[in-house]
């Protein structure tokens, strides 16, 4: 039998990345179902953000941290396979660095704020990814060309996509969290 925090682990992820699928649908159309282009980070980001969330609300910091490894794994397997190389593994941990950390700062600092109205969280995790995820990739993207600064639209274009997959993981999320109890009971699944 599962517990119940392994079905809510699951919803949680399933939400989360259904709602960074529907925001990156509504705006790049099929692309993002096309794991060789851009868009395709809707979906692995959605699947990888709204799992680490759930693990941190769900699961204890050592089972936390054997899930960071384990996604960073996965990832490596699955976009690296047999030709993996330190920069991969480099540009992996920044990528994924970059999610983690705006994931953690908007549980710990967000999430559990309940002044603020529960889809109106979302809009900080929305400035936290955005803002990290541009500077991460911004920082690779100097490292892998050697070169200085990066083109403006460079910069534009990966703040715009990070803030819409934090803005569809954010309110997947947020929808989840409201919605959880009848959820749960919608799909019968009680405490155990």
């Known amino acids: ?61 050592r089972e936390q941290f054997f899930g960071i490894i384990f996604i960073l794994i996965l990832h490596l397997l699955i976009f690296t396979g047999k030709h993996l190389t330190i920069n991969y593994v480099i540009r992996d941990i920044i990528y994924l660095g970059g999610l983690f950390l705006s994931i953690t700062l908007y549980h710990q600092y967000i999430s559990r704020n ?17 803002v990290i995820n541009t500077l991460f990739i911004s920082i690779l993207q100097m490292i892998k060309t050697k070169a200085g600064f990066p083109p403006i639209s460079f910069i534009f274009t990966i703040g715009r996509i990070s803030v819409m997959i934090a803005l569809g993981i954010g309110l997947g999320i947020d929808f989840y969290i409201q919605n959880s109890k009848q959820i749960l009971k919608l799909l019968r699944i009680e405490n155990q």
């Open 1 to 61: 039998m599962k517990s119940i925090n392994t079905y809510q682990i699951l919803l949680m992820t399933f939400f989360g990345t259904l709602g960074s699928i529907i925001i990156g649908f509504i705006f790049f159309n099929t692309i993002i179902f096309n794991y060789r282009t851009t868009g395709f980070q809707f979906i692995m980001s959605g699947v990888y953000g709204s799992l680490f969330f759930s693990l941190l609300e769900y699961k204890s910091l």
């Open 114 to 130: 309940t002044h603020l109205k529960l889809y109106l969280r979302s809009l900080a995790l929305v400035v936290f990814y955005g």
